[in-house]
């Protein structure tokens, strides 16, 4: 079959991105002289260290004795007995130190940053879950963290701010616009910009110039590598299916990168629809966006006909960017991910039914993947098999979780 | 040859003020224009707002909020200056960020300018290899300038290139910072502007960013064929509206010689 061939040919992941960063017409550099420069020094040291043996070692260290991997892949049979179709099996994201999977490409940047001599982490952060991971990767690092955060998100996701205040990093408010996700990387850029000698701009997803889609890619594909073995040794096989929530898309991406070239595995990205389908309702990029830049890259983009980025509204903090990784892009176009999208009613059941059924609180962030693998195992056979990627916990919801749904669900005072 | 080519060849200490199309107020953008030729300002950038500007400092930024509330698009923009000839003779660049433009259309744009009387374009973000690819005939054709941006990280291969294949001036950012940082020109900076003037490039320069006053602009004027004022004419716009008289005090301050 002719497409196949192609599918191989496009889907050479030692060939993604190239040089200049670029995944089919994706990714890219668009950014003023000032910042072109130094993100360029961040793109040259990245290349110099990441093959340095030590480097590997060290960050292979940490990922064992410090964030715990490898984390374990959990069949979970309650969920599925309930449902009558797919076996769902959890990769275990959430149980990683800190609780998300965000803290796999923190010990990265933050070694990275330090070898570079950097004495300062700054990033944005959405549902905080970032913010805590690099936060902590500063402490244990020695290096002090300042991370931005829109106005609204602290209000919402309190304890993650404090989380951070007490690891020691400075949590900065960004005020402007809708005061989430998008306002905080315009903070963090332009606080980037004012010091780039000492500071290192981690950046939180596959978002952002070159080489952030691919760095991150690469420290999170530690994901899917470990699953892929896990989930070999316990079946036999490889997963049919693959699930996992895509915001700027780094958790669903290090699951996908190792089964990119499994013809047989299907994947399935899964996107916030919000409230609604109407623009402003929804963060779901790459259902409803068209081609556009922001923030340094070329990605689909949820933007007016202006070109101006469009709000954006999801109960998930960590999902709600109006722009989405190149990769992730690229990957729609070529058909080789489908991207579908949960909305916030479906997360908020999916979140409620996986507590009480396996007894795992997860992230709203994860449940629209949790959501999703539910819709599709009830109409399957029961041998099909479905992995879903379960990046992070929700201990950070619930209390939002109780405010907006306590009386649906039985649970507030 | 094009305003901005003639500008640069008659005069020397050349004030460009930058300003937010539709801000403070959205029809303010051709008035604010006026007064600014009349007040003795020597070219004029317009930004084109948009509502991620990873180059802009605060003020600038926040002036594009105001203007995005106030309404203002690429089209509106357009209709409000289409009497900007033959009625003003002062040359006018277009400064806005590459989404925005790219969903207006290049082609449409650049035939826009044309028709408008629109001088020159700014995109910063829009990297240089991809505007020569993709765009530079279309500029070329149409008679309109492209300028690009400098800084002190600039490798000096690359500022050959833009020296090469620019056709307006180059925009030197005088630090590696956003735009609004109220410092003096530090010994760094005059060591930057010296290594660049040492250049000997074809293209004439104007250094931007950090430049508010008379010193810091003359001191620019020492190295450069002039300097680029923003935020804080930003700032007095901000306070004062399009105040005829409070403009061209504000101008006269900065121009005045010794």
């Known amino acids: 079959m002719e497409s196949k061939v192609n599918l191989k040919e496009q889907l050479r992941v030692e060939n993604m991105p190239t040089k200049e960063g670029y995944f089919g017409e994706y990714g890219g550099k668009f950014l003023p002289a000032a910042l072109e420069s130094v993100i360029g020094e961040i793109a040259e040291a990245y290349d110099r260290i990441k093959d340095d043996p030590s480097f590997k070692e060290e960050l292979m260290y940490l990922h064992q004795h410090y964030t715990g ?330 209390d939002y979780v109780v405010e907006r749904f306590g009386k649906e669900f039985n649970i507030s005072e | 040859m094009n305003r901005i080519a003639q500008l640069f060849k008659e005069k020397k200490n050349i004030l460009s003020i930058y300003y937010t199309a539709g801000f403070p107020q959205l029809t303010d953008t051709l008035p604010i224009l006026e007064t600014l030729e009349k007040a003795g300002a020597d070219l004029v950038e317009i930004g084109m707002p948009f509502s991620d500007p990873l180059a802009d400092g605060p003020t600038i930024q926040q002036s594009g909020q105001t203007a995005l509330k106030n309404g203002m698009t690429i089209n509106l923009l357009f209709e409000q200056l289409a009497d900007l000839r033959p009625q003003l003779s002062i040359p006018v660049i277009l400064m806005g960020y590459f989404n925005p433009v790219h969903k207006f259309g290049m082609e449409r744009f650049v035939e826009q300018c044309r028709k408008t009387g629109v001088d020159g374009v700014i995109i910063p973000d829009l990297p240089f290899d991809e505007y020569r690819e993709k765009y530079e005939a279309l500029f070329t054709q149409a008679g309109i300038s492209n300028i690009f941006l400098i800084t002190p990280q600039t490798p000096e291969e690359r500022i050959k290139l833009i020296d090469k294949n620019s056709n307006g001036f180059i925009y030197m950012v005088s630090s590696a910072s956003v735009t609004g940082t109220k410092k003096e020109i530090s010994e760094q900076q005059t060591r930057y502007f010296k290594r660049i003037n040492n250049m000997q490039l074809a293209s004439p320069r104007l250094i931007g960013f950090g430049i508010s006053d008379r010193a810091s602009f003359q001191k620019a004027c020492d190295y450069a064929a002039g300097a680029i004022v923003g935020s804080a004419f930003i700032n007095l716009l901000n306070n004062e509206g399009n105040n005829p008289e409070k403009i061209s005090d504000f101008i006269q301050s900065i121009k005045k010689t010794n």
Do not use: W
Not at chain 1, 198 to 220: C, E, K
Not at chain 1, 371 to 397: F, W
């Open chain 1, 69 to 398: 991997r490898p984390s374990p892949v959990f069949h979970a049979k309650n969920l599925s007995d309930e449902l009558g179709g797919a076996q769902i099996y959890l990769k275990r994201e959430d149980l990683n130190h800190t609780g998300a999977h965000k803290i796999n490409h923190c010990l990265g940047e933050a070694l990275l940053a330090k070898r570079m001599g950097k004495t300062k982490l700054i990033a944005e952060t959405g549902a905080g879950q970032h913010g805590v991971a690099l936060a902590t990767a500063a402490a244990l690092l020695g290096l002090e963290c300042d991370i931005y955060m829109g106005e609204v998100d602290i209000k919402k996701e309190y304890p993650n701010v404090v989380r951070m205040r007490i690891l020691g990093a400075k949590v900065i408010p960004a005020t402007h616009g809708l005061k989430t996700l998008k306002e905080a990387v315009d903070a963090a850029f332009e606080a980037y910009l004012k010091d780039p000698v000492t500071q290192f701009y981690a950046i939180g997803s596959v978002v952002g110039p070159h080489p952030f889609p691919m760095m991150v890619r690469d420290f999170q594909s530690i994901i899917g590598i470990e699953a892929k073995a896990q989930f070999r040794e316990m079946t036999g096989k490889l997963p049919d299916n693959l699930v996992a929530c895509v915001g700027g898309g780094s958790n669903s991406i290090g699951l996908f990168s190792a089964f990119l070239h499994d013809e047989s595995v299907n994947i399935f990205g899964v996107e916030p629809a919000g409230t609604s389908f109407k623009t402003g309702d929804h963060a779901a990029t790459l259902s409803f966006g068209k081609p556009g830049m922001i923030h340094g890259f070329k990605c689909y983009l949820l933007q007016d006909e202006e070109g101006q980025p469009a709000p954006v509204n999801t109960i998930a903090s960590g999902l709600d960017y109006p722009g989405v990784g190149p990769q992730h892009s690229y990957l729609k176009d070529i058909n080789r991910v489908n991207y579908d999208t949960i909305n916030d009613q479906e997360a908020i059941d999916a979140f409620i039914k996986l507590a009480r059924l396996e007894g795992i609180i997860p992230a709203l962030e994860s449940a629209h993947a949790v959501a999703y693998a539910m819709k599709m195992a009830a109409g399957m056979p029961k041998d099909q098999t479905i992995l879903v990627n379960l990046s992070g916990r929700g201990d950070k919801d619930i």
